[in-house]
Structures are given as C-alpha cells and as structure tokens.
C-alpha cells in the first residue's frame, strides 16, 4: 500500500510517500513561509523524485490537528482536493500521535507537547517498547503544569516530544521529572510519522472518503473564544 501524508500543524511542514512500512521519500521544511506556498510544492516534487504518479497512491493521509487552525485547515484541505479527484480513502490522524508513532525503540513514557499557547499545551501520553506505541490518554489541551502533576505519578524513563518540548523542559515541575528532551529530528512531528498513524487507521477500518475528512480542533479558534467572552460580558 502506498500512502501519501502531509503535515502542517506547525511552523514545520512536510510530506512523505510510504510503502507498506517503507519510506520512499519525504520531504521537511522548517522556514517562516507559509504552508500554502510550501505544502504542495513539496508533494509535487515528492512524486517526482519518487516517479510514483498520483494515481498510484493508495491513501491519503494528513495530521487533522491538534495544531495551528490555519495550518490544519491548509493540510486537511489540500488532502481532501487530492483524494476527491481521485475518489481514494483518507485518513485524518492525531499530530500528537504521529510524533509519537517513530519513537517505538524508545522504552518509556512519551509525552508529545504542542504549544498551544495562552498558557496551555496540547498534550498526549503514549508508552512506547519493543516496536509498539500504545496511547494512555486522549489528546487534550491542558496546562503545563497540569501535565507535569500527571506525570509525576508515572514510573520509568520520560521522553518530551514535540514543538512544546523545550517551553516545557525548561519548567521546574518537569526538571523535577528528570526527563529527556529529544533531539530536534525526533522531536517535531513528519509526514512520515502521520503515515504510520494513517496505516494503523486503515487496519482499523478508520479511513474515510473524501467528503468526510475534517479537522480536528480542541479549542475554539482565537476569534470566536473572543467574541464568545464578549457576548458573556454583555
């Protein structure tokens, strides 16, 4: 199976083609342009170097969120174009669990950290070993020192993943947790990692058609939770 992912939750954008298991080629960005002027050129010459036309693709796969709403919308929305026309399966997949999906060699806890910022992070906690990478919590948008507590009760080796790592590493509650903070090629999340999740997805029965495709949003975007507390002060 030949799947096709794309990430841009971040200020990172990437796109990756796998085939059962197998990296044909990905391609990441980390530059201050925007998605839409980087996301499809990417996948463009993804399939170039790869000489796989986009008919050959199998899946479509995105990170649906948590992430940046603009960022996500782009990623969902370019996914959705390209499946339609082709009338191909896509699988909307958790960022905080395709950050977590290539640390399965690590033996511990992972806990992926996205800025989420008004003084929170998006969060979700994953045991990896052996090859295996099991969720123990829902994705979920909390406060650092919330999670901090959370994990303190946890045993073994902690890991600290993801664009919210090193705010939060750097946060006496977790120094106390003697953690591990990635290295900068493991610690943001790739297409590559949303193609793992997606192939999980699909042995799940979770692919869906096109149509279907949404994004995934733990908070209310900035503009409506203003005018929402506007309205609670009229």
């Known amino acids: 199976m030949k799947i096709l992912a794309v990430d841009s939750t971040a200020v990172a954008g990437s796109a990756a083609l796998v085939e059962d298991g197998k990296v044909l080629g990905e391609f990441y960005c980390n530059t201050r342009l925007t998605h839409s002027q980087t996301l499809m050129p990417m996948v463009e010459q993804l399939l170039r170097c790869t000489q796989v036309p986009l008919e050959q693709v199998d899946l479509f796969a995105v990170t649906a969120g948590p992430g940046s709403f603009t960022g996500v919308r782009i990623g969902v929305s370019c996914v959705k174009g390209m499946a339609m026309a082709l009338d191909k399966?896509?699988?909307?997949?958790?960022?905080?669990?395709?950050?977590?999906?290539?640390?399965?060699?690590?033996?511990?806890?992972?806990?992926?950290?996205?800025?989420?910022?008004?003084?929170?992070?998006?969060?979700?906690?994953?045991?990896?070993?052996?090859?295996?990478?099991?969720?123990?919590?829902?994705?979920?948008?909390?406060?650092?020192?919330?999670?901090?507590?959370?994990?303190?009760?946890?045993?073994?080796?902690?890991?600290?993943?993801?664009?919210?790592?090193?705010?939060?590493?750097?946060?006496?509650?977790?120094?106390?947790?003697?953690?591990?903070?990635?290295?900068?090629?493991?610690?943001?999340?790739?297409?590559?990692?949303?193609?793992?999740?997606?192939?999980?997805?699909?042995?799940?029965?979770?692919?869906?058609?096109?149509?279907?495709?949404?994004?995934?949003?733990?908070?209310?975007?900035?503009?409506?939770?203003?005018?929402?507390k506007r309205l609670q002060n009229k």
């Open 89 to 228: 399966p896509c699988a909307g997949v958790s960022t905080l669990e395709a950050m977590a999906q290539p640390l399965d060699f690590l033996e511990g806890t992972v806990c992926a950290l996205m800025d989420a910022r008004c003084g929170q992070v998006y969060n979700a906690l994953f045991q990896t070993g052996g090859g295996v990478v099991v969720r123990l919590t829902e994705d979920r948008a909390l406060s650092a020192a919330q999670v901090a507590e959370e994990l303190a009760a946890r045993e073994g080796p902690l890991f600290l993943t993801g664009d919210g790592a090193a705010l939060c590493a750097g946060q006496e509650a977790f120094q106390r947790l003697n953690p591990v903070l990635l290295p900068e090629p493991l610690r943001f999340q790739r297409a590559s990692g949303a193609a793992r999740a997606a192939l999980a997805a699909w042995q799940r029965g979770e692919a869906v058609p096109a149509a279907s495709l949404m994004p995934v949003y733990l908070r209310l975007p900035q503009a409506e939770r203003e005018l929402k």
